[in-house]
T-cell receptor
Framework: AQSVTQLDSQVPVFEEAPVELRCNYSSSVSVYLFWYVQYPNQGLQLLLKYLSGSTLVKGINGFEAEFNKSQTSFHLRKPSVHISDTAEYFCAVGIRDTDKLIFGTGTRLQVFP | ETGVTQTPRHLVMGMTNKKSLKCEQHLGHNAMYWYKQSAKKPLELMFVYSLEERVENNSVPSRFSPECPNSSHLFLHLHTLQPEDSALYLC????????????FGPGTRLTVL
């Protein structure tokens, strides 16, 4: 069975500081990896995804994530956050050859001025 | 993101009412999904439709009834709901067999009184 763990339910950070949101997964089969962002009163928007190839993936809004197979992690990073990055961030595992996504419980990023 | 639309955006209903949620995707996808998002819980996959046929039903109570008349439209019919069914209901779509990337609508905020 597959599972996704987002250890931090909330991450407070000051504007222009760097941030890392952690995601670990468990799977016995090959997977795709995703980060989605949810702004208040909106649906989920795809930030970035890892399918294969380079382990460093760049996404929208200056975010990037690195796939680490040995540590089964896919942490999300941004070198300098803005107030507008305040949102809920979800890590998800997609099982290859299916259309199923398994989501983590989310991390609330709160950026303070 | 206007590729997936949902109506209504907000719905308040009594436990004896019957209502329907509507989802429409304009992305040419052939798979559609209903998710339930409750506070402090991972997204719960409720139903999956692929090529207009239901392929997965994750033990959802019968008071939720999905309908997929064509590849662009998905409905969720609601009747005799309980207060614990209050949540954000998200619709998503994807191209079956292609990476597993799902695109989400803005959601319907449902309140059951």
């Amino acid at each position: 069975a597959q599972s996704v763990t987002q250890l931090d339910s909330q991450v407070p950070v000051f504007e222009e500081a760097p941030v890392e949101l952690r995601c670990n997964y468990s799977s016995s089969v090959s997977v795709y990896l995703f980060w989605y962002v949810q702004y208040p009163n909106q649906g989920l928007q795809l930030l970035l995804k890892y399918l294969s190839g380079s382990t460093l993936v760049k996404g929208i809004n200056g975010f990037e994530a690195e796939f680490n197979k040995s540590q089964t992690s896919f942490h999300l990073r941004k070198p300098s956050v803005h107030i507008s990055d305040t949102a809920e961030y979800f890590c998800a595992v997609g099982i290859r050859d299916t259309d199923k996504l398994i989501f983590g419980t989310g991390t609330r990023l709160q950026v303070f001025p | 993101e206007t590729g997936v639309t949902q109506t209504p955006r907000h719905l308040v209903m009594g436990m004896t009412n019957k209502k329907s949620l509507k989802c429409e995707q304009h992305l040419g996808h052939n798979a559609m999904y209903w998710y339930k998002q409750s506070a402090k819980k991972p997204l719960e996959l409720m139903f999956v439709y692929s090529l207009e046929e239901r392929v997965e039903n994750n033990s959802v109570p019968s008071r939720f009834s999905p309908e997929c008349p064509n590849s662009s439209h998905l409905f969720l019919h609601l009747h005799t709901l309980q207060p614990e069914d209050s949540a954000l209901y998200l619709c998503a779509s994807s191209q079956e067999g292609y990476e597993g990337t799902q695109y989400f609508g803005p959601g319907t905020r449902l309140t059951v009184l």
